[in-house]
Each structure stands twice: as structure tokens, then as C-alpha cells.
């Protein structure tokens, strides 16, 4: 067989296997996700904040204002959802956006909308989050001269694993389903 002829049959060979690979998705990874519960930190002003983050795969979740309140009842948690936007060679960039109720010094509270534009590493599972952010408060809206909303930086960073809503589902242990005779260890054993 004349050695070209060998390399190219080798070379196609080789190929027809990463297609293979490729097309059957062991070479592809999982599309990220921000499902699980998220500790966000970030500052506004002077104030410090603390919001908690649980989201589901779906790209739903819940807001729940963690900051100290002094005379002002709990905070309640609120609607919030979160979206992949775009992939770079480095990393994942997401938007997380949702209601939240910032107390105020006064003792009153401060509704708005907080929208978070985040990015990570390419590494699984997603553990951290760092990007900057805009709360636009429904009690100060835009002056009509322009005037943005300040902007802010924030970092996240996640407190438990991925979270999965099973609601009542307990399915039975495979292991207390197995029955074995009453004799068969004894009759495995060698002598």
C-alpha cells in the first residue's frame, strides 16, 4: 500500500471518530445554569446590601432582601428571573433582574427594580458571579434630562448546591425493593 494512501486512510479514520464523538454529544458540555441559591452583596450609595437569589433551572426565581430593618416588618420575597445572554472564549455573561423593596433610613422602604448584568468563568458548576448593576426605584423616576440611574458593582457567590423542586415525590430505595434467599450468601461461599 503506497504511504500516502496510508496516511489518508489514517487521517479519515480519525476524523470519522471525532465526528462521531462530536455529533453524539460526549464532547459537548451541560448549557450553564444559575439554578440554587445565590448570596448577592453590593453597595448603593452608602448603603450595603444583601440579597439572597434562588432561581430554578427554568430561569425563574425569588429576591429576598436580606438587609437589616429596624421598625419595618420582613422583607417578602419577590419575583425574579435570570437569563444566559451571551458566551465569550473566557467566559458566560447572564442577566438576573427582578422587584425588590430596599429599606430606607427613615424606616419607610424603597421599591424598585434590580437588574444585574453578570459574568463567570467557563468552569461547571458556576460558583461565582461578579458585574455591575442599576436599581431603578419606582419612587424616583428619570427626571426627563437624561439622568441614568447610578450604577454599581456587585459579587455573588453560590451558597448550596443545585437545587431540585420535587414537590411529594419520595420514590421508594431500589435497595429495600431487592430480596435475597435466606441462604445465599451461604451458598457463594468457598470452601
Not at 439554578?35 to 450609595?45: D, K, M, P, T, V
Request: proline content about 8%.
Amino acid at each position: 500500500m503506497p504511504k500516502p494512501f496510508l496516511a489518508y486512510l489514517c487521517m479519515s479514520f480519525g476524523l470519522g471518530i471525532h465526528l462521531c464523538l462530536w455529533s453524539s454529544g460526549a464532547t459537548q458540555s451541560p448549557p450553564p445554569t444559575l439554578a440554587g441559591r445565590w448570596q448577592i452583596e453590593f453597595s448603593l450609595g452608602s448603603a450595603h446590601h444583601s440579597i439572597r437569589f434562588d432561581s430554578q433551572t427554568s430561569g425563574e426565581g425569588i429576591f429576598l432582601v436580606l438587609d437589616q430593618r429596624s421598625s419595618t416588618l420582613p422583607a417578602s420575597p419577590t419575583k425574579a428571573s435570570w437569563s444566559l445572554r451571551g458566551q465569550s472564549p473566557s467566559i458566560y455573561y447572564f442577566v438576573i433582574t427582578g422587584d425588590v423593596e430596599f429599606p430606607t433610613s427613615g424606616g419607610g422602604t424603597e421599591k424598585g427594580i434590580l437588574e444585574l448584568s453578570a459574568s463567570s468563568d467557563l468552569t461547571f458548576p458556576i460558583t461565582s458571579l461578579r458585574g455591575w448593576g442599576q436599581f431603578h426605584s419606582s419612587s424616583k423616576p428619570k427626571d426627563g434630562r437624561g439622568a441614568q440611574d447610578p450604577a454599581f458593582e456587585f459579587t455573588a457567590r453560590r451558597l448550596d448546591g443545585l437545587t431540585v423542586n420535587v414537590e411529594g415525590l419520595t420514590p421508594p430505595s431500589v435497595l429495600d425493593k431487592i430480596r435475597f434467599p435466606k441462604n445465599a450468601h451461604a451458598a457463594n461461599k468457598i470452601s
